[in-house]
């Protein structure tokens, strides 16, 4: 979740910009090795121990395993509820997956991520819409706002070195790209495997970082089902993609900063004037810069030092504000450094270096020890390689001109990955009705009686902001944000029955 910060706090740190090697060996299909009649599914995942771990392999993925156990206990406690692994070789990532509250059998899942790059899905799940929350050191609560009312959810600690995943080697997975591998992979074998969940509608989700994350992932799980197809298997039926506080392109997120902070757009100006004129004069240096050095030509020793010179141009001036940069309308409560300004992710990690509980959940004993929420390490490696700087709304225009819908909701006080950036993003996606998208205007939409934000919707694009509600919009504004989810399960029309 904490994008931009990471990269802030990187700028402190002195790395080589030397881009290590990738130690990963591609991981392509063996259709070769692929006999259908060879493999039978594992079928029902109620059978699987809670003890002990189950093993499950495939003859198309022979580098590939998922562990699984039962965990039903832990947290929802009405519904099913696993955890395990993915084991790729000596890479292991660590997932959570709750069952549906409604009917299991026949609703839809949903995949979730956070970003980072670097931290953990718990965050997702524990502080703003899992089946529950941490609300004290050893205390959960039942949420019941959980996105789990009506889908079968996976949390997934991703790419390795993230939450409770781990590499036995010390092997690093450095960008969206190879981490998109393992989750392609990863979904394939589930599907195979649990088959009455073969071809339910599949949505991809994330936050944050995830904004990159998710449009990847997505291409690469659909890119997959031609290979599924050719080896007789089910492909998956990818749906929607959904993205929260999307840092997806930092391009048409950079002049926001300076916007979002000096202009009344969600909250009146909070910089001083001083600082302002300063920034507005840097920021058309700055945008040239990334445009020469990152998009028409891409040199990485050129575009990092553009970065850096956008960072200290219109990001280093709001660390001083005493601003929390994930909600502006509110000052930090603690440090951005020591809980991202939320003290109760400092709760959660604590609720998860419990031994007792990473002994329950089946945490491999390589990754037992004290929680962190986010790994420097990745976020590092993410950075070192540049991994920010892809155009990823080429990937969502791909995405929509195959059909897959796609969500871009955005807390209205967010600052990191605001909503104006995201709402300059889809303006500037490619796909074949962006005419029409970028001609609707925005119409306010609601929940009950209650406006919950504002929404611009053509074709499978849609967008919406969400009033009172800051990075982590579950967090704030629990109710708004399982309407919206159900909504868009639903395929409703989030401003129907309003006029604009
Ligand atoms: C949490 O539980 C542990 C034992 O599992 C106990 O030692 C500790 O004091 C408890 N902490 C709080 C804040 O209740
Ligand atoms: C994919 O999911 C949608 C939505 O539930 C459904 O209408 C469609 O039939 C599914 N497609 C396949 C191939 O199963
Ligand atoms: C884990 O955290 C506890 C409490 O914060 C601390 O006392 C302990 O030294 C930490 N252990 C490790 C291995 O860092």
Not at 11 to 37: G, I, N, T
């Amino acid at each position: 979740m904490d994008v931009k910060l990471g990269l802030s706090v990187l700028s402190l740190l002195s790395f080589s910009f030397l881009a290590k090697a990738s130690s990963q060996v591609p991981l392509e299909f063996r259709f070769d090795q692929y006999d259908a009649s060879l493999f039978s599914p594992y079928e029902d995942l109620s059978s699987l121990s809670a003890l002990e771990y189950t093993t499950l392999g495939h003859p198309a993925f022979p580098k590939y395993q998922v562990r699984l156990k039962q965990s039903k206990e832990f947290c929802d406690g009405t519904v099913n509820a696993y955890t395990g692994y993915i084991d790729i070789e000596a890479r292991h990532l660590f997932f959570y997956f709750f069952e549906s509250r409604s009917n299991p059998d026949q609703d839809d899942v949903i995949f979730w991520t956070n970003g980072g790059p670097g931290c953990s899905s718990s965050v997702g799940l524990f502080m703003e819409h899992g089946p529950c929350l941490v609300t004290g050191v050893n205390v959960t609560t039942f949420n019941p706002y959980g996105w789990n009312a009506n889908a079968n959810i996976f949390f997934i600690d991703q790419p390795i070195g993230v939450g409770f995943s781990y590499a036995e080697y010390g092997e690093y997975v450095s960008t969206t790209e190879e981490a998109a591998k393992d989750i392609s992979s990863f979904i394939a074998i589930f599907f195979e495997h649990f088959t009455k969940f073969k071809g339910r509608a599949f949505h991809m989700a994330g936050e944050s970082y995830g904004g990159r994350y998710i449009p990847a992932f997505a291409a690469a799980v659909y890119d997959q089902n031609v290979h599924l197809k050719q080896a007789g298997m089910t492909p998956i039926n990818l749906t929607s993609i959904m993205i929260g506080n999307g840092c997806s392109d930092d391009y048409s997120m950079t002049p926001t900063y300076y916007q979002m902070q000096c202009e009344p757009i969600s909250v009146p100006p909070i910089l001083d004037i001083a600082t302002c004129v300063q920034m507005k004069r840097m920021l058309p240096r700055c945008e040239k810069r990334l445009q020469e050095s990152c998009i028409d030509t891409f040199d990485t020793i050129d575009c990092d030092a553009a970065m850096n010179f956008c960072n200290s141009a219109v990001l280093d001036p709001f660390w001083s504000s005493g601003y929390n940069p994930y909600d502006i309308s509110k000052l930090c409560d603690g440090s951005v450094s020591d809980s991202l300004c939320y003290p109760i992710t400092k709760t959660i990690s604590s609720y998860l270096s419990r031994p007792h509980f990473q002994k329950a959940l089946g945490v491999d004993t390589a990754a037992q020890g004290n929680f962190s929420s986010c790994s420097d390490k990745v976020g590092i490696d993410f950075a070192t390689h540049l991994d920010w700087a892809f155009p990823t709304p080429f990937y969502i225009g791909a995405l929509l001109d195959r059909g897959v819908r796609v969500l871009l909701y955005v807390g209205a006080n967010d600052w990191i990955c605001n909503w104006l950036g995201n709402e300059r993003m889809s303006f500037a996606i490619e796909w074949n009705g962006q005419k029409d998208f970028n001609s609707q205007a925005l119409r306010e939409w609601k929940v009950g009686e209650d406006v919950a934000g504002l929404t611009r919707k053509a074709g499978g694009l849609s967008f919406a902001t969400i009033y009172g509600a800051g990075h982590m919009v579950p967090y704030d504004q629990p109710k708004f944000a399982l309407a919206m989810v159900q909504k868009w399960l639903a395929e409703e029309d989030f401003g129907a029955g309003f006029s604009p």
